[in-house]
């Protein structure tokens, strides 16, 4: 396996469109992490699964924003009626809940959205 | 949640050691690591320290924790051109969510 993986890579849209995203965690990772990092700052939590529940969700997802992880292995990330201010790069995360590894996070190379 | 405060920009020359610092206000944060972030490249994890530790050495790197001050460093020794990327410290409280800083952006002039 070589890491984690998103897709698309790059993301342009309209105002208003939906938009969805894919993350593939590195195989047999139970945890799976979603951020966002605008420019000039660092990753900002949304949301992360444990296997296909979701445990926790920051204040930052919107009512727009909705993240699913049916199978307990890839994860997808939809936003609803984009907005301008939804301009970002969106980064997924795995990481195994084992032993003494569950603590370190493996990051794909995000997918950067652009709503015009 | 966790503030996380990192100063902006170093400018170091090569073989020069770079300390990059990073401040935060929540002292229940068990897990702190240091990230490197290259152009158009996902977050790499270069090093992690827990709370129980007051410093961890990896080859180049030197992690360094003052509890009491809240305050973490990663020192970068021989620092090498490869090395210029924006890094990033972060904590964790419990393991389940995670607090970045702003991002530190290293210039290492050859």
């Known amino acids: 396996d070589t890491g984690v993986s998103q897709d698309p890579r790059h993301k342009i849209t309209k105002r208003g469109q939906n938009v969805t995203f894919r993350c593939d965690p590195i195989s047999e990772h139970n945890r799976l992490y979603w951020y966002r990092q605008t420019l000039g700052q660092g990753p900002e939590f949304l949301t992360y699964f444990q296997n296909e529940a979701q445990l926790e969700k920051s204040r930052l997802l919107s009512d727009r924003f909705s993240a699913e992880r049916p199978k307990g292995s890839f994860s997808t990330l939809e936003i609803q009626r984009t907005e301008q201010g939804d301009s970002a790069m969106y980064l997924c995360?795995?990481?195994?809940?084992?032993?003494?590894?569950?603590?370190?996070?493996?990051f794909g190379p995000g997918t950067r959205l652009t709503v015009l | 949640g966790e503030d996380v405060e990192q100063s902006l920009f170093l400018s170091v020359r090569e073989g020069d050691s770079s300390v990059i610092n990073c401040t935060y206000t929540?002292?229940?944060?068990?897990?702190l690591y240091w990230y490197k972030q290259e152009p158009g490249a996902g977050l790499q994890l270069l090093t992690y320290?827990?709370?129980?530790?007051d410093m961890k050495q990896d080859q180049r790197l030197t992690v360094l924790l003052n509890k009491k001050d809240k305050h973490l460093s990663l020192r970068i020794a021989d620092t090498q051109t490869g090395d210029s990327a924006i890094y990033f410290c972060a904590l964790s409280p419990t393991g389940n969510q995670f607090y970045f800083g702003t991002g530190t952006s290293l210039t290492v002039i050859p």
């Open positions: 929540d002292s229940s944060s068990t897990y």
């Open positions: 320290i827990f709370s129980n530790m």
């Open positions: 995360a795995s990481s195994l809940l084992a032993g003494r590894s569950w603590y370190t996070q493996y």
